[in-house]
Each structure stands twice: as C-alpha cells, then as structure tokens.
C-alpha cells in the first residue's frame, strides 16, 4: 500500500470548517484505493500565534519538511484582530510567505472554471461566459515586491516613507514561463503574458524571456496583454482566456478578480509548486466575517486537495472524480450561500452538508467506474 505523509494546516477564521470537508473527501478516496493518508495535523497562523506565541513553531517546520505534500486552509485575522499581533509576526509575513520561500513554491496554478452549466453563479451575463470559463492562471510565488528588499523610515524632509523593491532575475522568470507553456501544451495552446511593460522594466524582461522561450514552443499561440487592460478583459471577454502567465502581485490582483467574475473566491482552489515540495491552499482569506457558523463555500479547499491528488501523487483519475462529484452537487441544485447571490435557483446548504454531498457523489462515481 502507498502511505502518503500530508501535513495539514487547518488555520484561521473558516480555514478549520472548510479542512473538514476536504478530509472527507479524502477518506472517501483512501477506503476504496491502495493508498493511506496520514494526516499530521499542525498549528500555523494566528491562532497558534495566540497558542504559541509564534504563526508556525518548529515543530509545524519538521512537520512540513517530513510531508509528501501540505494542505493548508486559510490563515489571517480581522483588521482589528490582527493588530493584536506586531506586524512582522503577523501569519501572512511570519508563516505563509517563509513557507513558500522555503520550499520554493514559485509555481502557483490558480484556475478560474466555471462550466456553462453554472453560469447562474457569475455575475457575468450568459452571453460573455458562453460555453463556459476555463483559464489557468500561473502565478509567479515567491519573487517580485512580495520578497524584495523593504524599508521604512523617516527621510529628509521629516516625511515618513517606505520603500519596497521590485525585482526578478532572468532564472527566477523562465522556470515560471516554462511551466506556463508546458500548461498550455496541455491545454487550448493559448498563452496571455500579463505584463507591464509601458512602465516597469521587469515587466519587458519578463516579456523578453517570454518570446526567448516562446521559440521552442511554436505550436503555442503567445499573446501580450497589459495587466490593467487584462483586468477589463476577464470581466468583459474571459473566454479569450487559456493560460496566463504573470508576476507575483499582478497575479494575487488577477486571480481574486478571477474568483468576483465566477461569483465567489469559495470557487478558487489552488497548487503551489516548487522543486521537492508541494503546498495546496484556497486562493482566498480566512473570512473572519462568517467563521464559525458553518456557511463558508469548502470547494476551494476540496479543489485543492483534487489538486494534490492529480499534481503531487498522479492519482489523475480520483482527482477528476473529485472535481465531477462537486460539480453533480451543483448540478443538483446545491451550494452554499456565496453563489446564492445572483440566482434565486440555488437550495442552500452549510459547509458540512456540501461537504457531505461531495463525499456521497464521489462515493457513487466509483460505483460508475467498476
Ligand atoms: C493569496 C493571499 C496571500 C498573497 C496573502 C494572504 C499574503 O492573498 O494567496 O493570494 O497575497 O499572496
Ligand atoms: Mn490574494
């Protein structure tokens, strides 16, 4: 039997509610194939900031480097809570952004589906979402503003002021782009460069890098778009869209856009990759608002375990199995109250009943497959 190590990060705010449901899915997953999940489960966020004194002790390290993958929920605190907490040993500065340095995670897949069977979710008109929306956006993870060099004082003139620096090296750029090309080979063989190359000058040595490897991919339709411009395009023209690749803060902004143009962020999942290691995680925050009252949209987190199945551990066919058992509660009538918004035809179900439902469909899709 394979015997997976995964270390799991419930977190904060509706980061435990949602883990749940995805740790269903697992077990569905477990019971019926040769393989068994040890789940380690570890403290890391702000609510171990209040337990501990620190967003990830030592031990939630060793854990992680023994892991065969990380799935983590949702960290962060209210802005009022979160003042609680000095700014550097605030979980975003102190515990996520070291852990993607420290594995490296600099390829982060963020896909914005939306199949045209739930275009009611999307606040988009049928029209423009027409046969449905299917992008991939491939997010640079651990370069750029997030981790350059930062300063804050007082200058001159008396006036405070902070300075943060922008920077990529040519290496740190074509390991991201060949994976956006690789993705596209594998899908519709379109590729968008977000960039800002009116302005920035690592945005033309991003695009220049791009058309350096665009040369050993002739098959892949490259199209340049500016990242303002692209903000217009999701809204007003998404199916254009196959992958786009971008820089780390371009791709944060795009793709919580890409989750207000399907009808809710509780709809984006998502893979960070690095060279040994691999994390899943929702694209979105800990929600504070409505943690604890069993209403937050788990399929984020259970995508992003549908994720890990396919990307870390090749288990391509329980992933889709994954994604079509979310995908027939939908198509039942069911979710939670963030896609009730702009449709009054969807039954409204908590995050433990969704996850329920998810877990039964997949359960019966085996049933199909045999
Ligand atoms: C995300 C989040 C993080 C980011 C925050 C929590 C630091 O918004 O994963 O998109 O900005 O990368
Ligand atoms: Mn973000």
């Given at each position: 039997?394979?015997?997976?190590h995964?270390?799991?990060?419930?977190?904060?705010g509706?980061?435990p509610?949602?883990m749940?449901?995805?740790?269903?899915?697992?077990?569905?997953?477990?019971d019926r194939?040769?393989?068994?999940?040890e789940?380690?489960e570890?403290p890391?966020?702000?609510s171990?900031?209040?337990e501990?004194?620190?967003?990830?002790?030592?031990?939630?390290?060793?854990?992680?480097?023994?892991?065969d993958?990380?799935?983590?929920?949702?960290?962060?605190?209210?802005?009022?809570?979160?003042?609680k907490?000095?700014i550097d040993?605030?979980?975003?500065?102190?515990a996520?952004?070291?852990?993607?340095r420290?594995?490296?995670t600099f390829?982060n897949?963020?896909?914005?589906?939306?199949p045209?069977?739930?275009?009611h979710?999307?606040?988009l008109?049928?029209?423009?979402?027409?046969?449905g929306?299917?992008?991939?956006?491939i997010?640079?993870?651990?370069?750029g503003?997030y981790?350059?060099?930062?300063?804050?004082?007082?200058n001159?003139?008396?006036?405070?002021?902070?300075?943060?620096?922008?920077?990529?090296?040519?290496?740190?750029?074509q390991?991201?782009?060949?994976?956006?090309?690789?993705t596209?080979?594998?899908?519709r063989k379109?590729?968008?460069?977000?960039h800002k190359s009116n302005?920035?000058k690592?945005?033309?040595?991003?695009?220049?890098?791009?058309?350096?490897?665009?040369?050993?991919y002739p098959?892949v339709d490259?199209?340049?778009?500016?990242?303002?411009?692209?903000?217009t395009?999701?809204?007003?023209n998404?199916?254009?869209?196959?992958?786009?690749?971008?820089?780390?803060m371009?791709g944060d902004?795009?793709?919580?856009q890409?989750?207000?143009?399907?009808?809710?962020?509780?709809?984006?999942?998502?893979?960070?990759?690095?060279?040994?290691?691999?994390?899943?995680?929702?694209?979105?925050?800990?929600?504070?608002?409505?943690a604890?009252?069993n209403i937050a949209?788990?399929?984020s987190?259970?995508?992003?375990?549908?994720?890990?199945?396919?990307m870390?551990?090749?288990?391509?066919?329980?992933?889709?199995?994954?994604?079509?058992?979310m995908?027939?509660?939908?198509?039942?009538?069911?979710?939670?109250?963030?896609?009730?918004?702009?449709?009054?035809?969807?039954?409204?179900?908590s995050?433990?009943?969704?996850?329920?439902?998810?877990?039964e469909?997949?359960?019966?899709?085996?049933?199909q497959?045999t």
């Amino acid at each position: 039997m394979k015997k997976y190590h995964l270390c799991i990060m419930p977190g904060d705010g509706i980061g435990p509610e949602i883990m749940k449901e995805g740790v269903k899915a697992l077990k569905v997953i477990e019971d019926r194939n040769d393989v068994s999940f040890e789940l380690m489960e570890v403290p890391f966020g702000a609510s171990a900031w209040f337990e501990f004194g620190t967003c990830c002790p030592d031990e939630t390290w060793d854990t992680c480097d023994r892991a065969d993958a990380i799935v983590k929920g949702t960290v962060g605190l209210s802005h009022e809570e979160s003042r609680k907490i000095p700014i550097d040993e605030q979980p975003e500065r102190s515990a996520l952004l070291p852990m993607r340095r420290r594995y490296d995670t600099f390829a982060n897949f963020r896909p914005v589906y939306l199949p045209k069977a739930f275009h009611h979710f999307s606040p988009l008109k049928p029209a423009i979402i027409g046969e449905g929306i299917d992008i991939m956006i491939i997010r640079e993870l651990v370069g750029g503003i997030y981790f350059g060099e930062k300063e804050v004082g007082t200058n001159e003139q008396g006036l405070r002021y902070a300075r943060e620096v922008l920077e990529y090296d040519e290496g740190l750029i074509q390991r991201t782009v060949k994976i956006a090309f690789e993705t596209a080979m594998k899908r519709r063989k379109k590729l968008h460069n977000i960039h800002k190359s009116n302005v920035l000058k690592s945005s033309i040595l991003w695009t220049d890098i791009i058309m350096e490897i665009a040369e050993d991919y002739p098959e892949v339709d490259v199209q340049h778009m500016l990242v303002d411009a692209a903000a217009t395009a999701l809204c007003l023209n998404p199916t254009q869209f196959d992958v786009m690749v971008m820089e780390n803060m371009f791709g944060d902004i795009l793709s919580d856009q890409g989750g207000g143009i399907l009808g809710s962020l509780g709809l984006m999942p998502s893979a960070c990759l690095g060279p040994q290691k691999a994390y899943y995680e929702p694209s979105h925050g800990s929600a504070p608002d409505i943690a604890g009252k069993n209403i937050a949209n788990p399929y984020s987190m259970i995508g992003s375990i549908a994720m890990m199945l396919d990307m870390s551990f090749g288990m391509h066919e329980e992933a889709s199995n994954l994604w079509n058992a979310m995908s027939a509660v939908f198509a039942n009538g069911y979710s939670t109250g963030d896609l009730s918004r702009s449709t009054d035809s969807v039954k409204i179900v908590s995050t433990s009943e969704f996850g329920d439902r998810v877990a039964e469909e997949l359960a019966s899709s085996f049933l199909q497959n045999t």
